[in-house]
């Protein structure tokens, strides 16, 4: 299928790299494609960032058919553009895709679509360790209809963003909250799939956690809460008595794609790997008699974020001495290492964009 380019007239200016937050800085150009029955996906494009215009109807506005995805585009050194993963992201895609009665795509295509649209948009990838092109690729419902059903036509797209770190404290240890009157998401539900649903549903206890002064919420499982789950916006890891303890993907997490990098890593290193149940009392526990050692997060957009704190109701435990820890350290120089092309891509894991 050919990709039509409409260009805009004008391109913008990308914020200094110091001022990068994350996902305010939209680039020129975005990629489209619609999905119909009787055409299938059809009409790939590339053209001007802009508002769509859709029904007030829309299926994806009140029944929240939508799944999306997120990854990025890194510079190195000498200058080339690397995609990480990014067809480990598009599978995963596909998978919500199938969760949620949504049509999947075609990967060579929408790799190729995201390739060109990243060359074009090169001028927006900045530089500095920690910034990045963040890409959301994201499909919506679109059948103006107020019944409940799957949609008859969707719309696929990628936007682009200009990114610095997720998180205020940037690399330093972020601080979480545990839930104990809010669920995420219940096995054999949607929880592991990158669906808006899991997002709106997280809501109320993020601000709360916020109001708290928490930078994001820790789940428990939805029916003991008593197992560990993940964050907000990223996969969880532990370190307990020198193992790397991650909770099992029990259907109700989502597959990180980072989660499996540093799994991956962590066993090339040598290190014990633990999938399994974790509850929340071992972690404590573990706090106690000090074989806890060192907490943190995994994510495109978190990349590795140490944890400093965690609060669970009144009870709150201290993790390391306000700095982020060795190990999470060495995975968070690791992965960047590789993401920005200054070690040797040992796991295949990076696209060049030529
Ligand atoms: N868990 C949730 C709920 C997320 O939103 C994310 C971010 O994508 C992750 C985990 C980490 O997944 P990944 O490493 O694929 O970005
Ligand atoms: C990501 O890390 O790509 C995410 O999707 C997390 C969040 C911004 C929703």
């Known amino acids: 299928m050919d990709i039509k380019v409409t260009r805009v007239a004008k391109t913008g200016t990308r914020p200094k790299d110091a001022d990068l937050g994350f996902g305010t800085a939209f680039t020129d150009h975005m990629f489209v494609m619609d999905y119909s029955v009787d055409k299938g996906w059809h009409d790939p ?4 960032y802009a508002d769509f215009s859709m029904s007030p109807a829309a299926m994806v506005l009140h029944y929240g058919q939508a ?8 510079k190195t050194p000498d200058n080339k553009i690397q995609l990480f ?3 480990d992201n598009f599978a995963r895609m596909n998978r919500s895709a ?20 990243v060359k074009l948009e090169e001028n927006w990838i900045p530089e500095t360790l920690g910034t990045s092109l963040y890409i959301r690729p994201t499909i919506i419902a679109t059948d103006p209809f107020l019944g409940v059903r799957s949609s008859f036509t969707f719309k696929f797209y990628i936007i ?8 205020a404290e940037g690399f330093n240890p972020v601080k979480i909250w545990v839930a104990k009157d809010h669920v995420r998401a219940v096995r054999r539900g949607v929880g592991e799939f990158k669906t808006a649903a899991n997002y709106a549903a997280s809501l109320s206890a993020g601000e709360h956690a916020k109001k708290e002064g928490y930078a994001q919420v820790l789940w428990l499982d939805a029916l003991e809460m008593k197992y560990i789950e993940e964050v907000g916006a990223m996969n969880i890891f532990f370190i307990i008595k020198g193992e790397l303890v991650t909770p099992n993907l029990s259907g109700s997490i989502l597959p990180g794609i980072t989660r499996y990098s540093v799994i991956d890593l962590a066993k090339k290193w040598g290190m014990t790997v633990s999938e399994r149940k974790i509850s929340i009392d071992e972690i404590f526990t573990a706090s106690e008699d000090g074989s806890l050692t060192e907490v943190f997060g995994s994510g495109t957009a978190a990349v590795i974020s140490p944890v400093g704190e965690i609060r669970y109701g009144d009870r709150v435990i201290n993790i390391g001495d306000g700095m982020p820890g060795k190990t999470s350290m060495k995975f968070y120089d690791a992965l960047t290492g590789i993401q920005y092309g200054k070690e040797q891509d040992t796991e295949n894991w990076i696209e060049v964009v030529e």
């Open 67 to 74: 799944i999306f995805e997120g990854l990025k585009a890194y």
């Open 98 to 117: 199938k969760g949620l009665c949504i049509p999947e795509l075609d990967i060579d295509l929408v790799m190729g679509a995201l390739k060109q649209l």
């Open 85 to 87: 993963r990014a067809r």
């Open 160 to 167: 682009l963003c200009s990114v610095g770190a997720y998180y």
């Open 45 to 48: 494009r590339i053209e001007p």
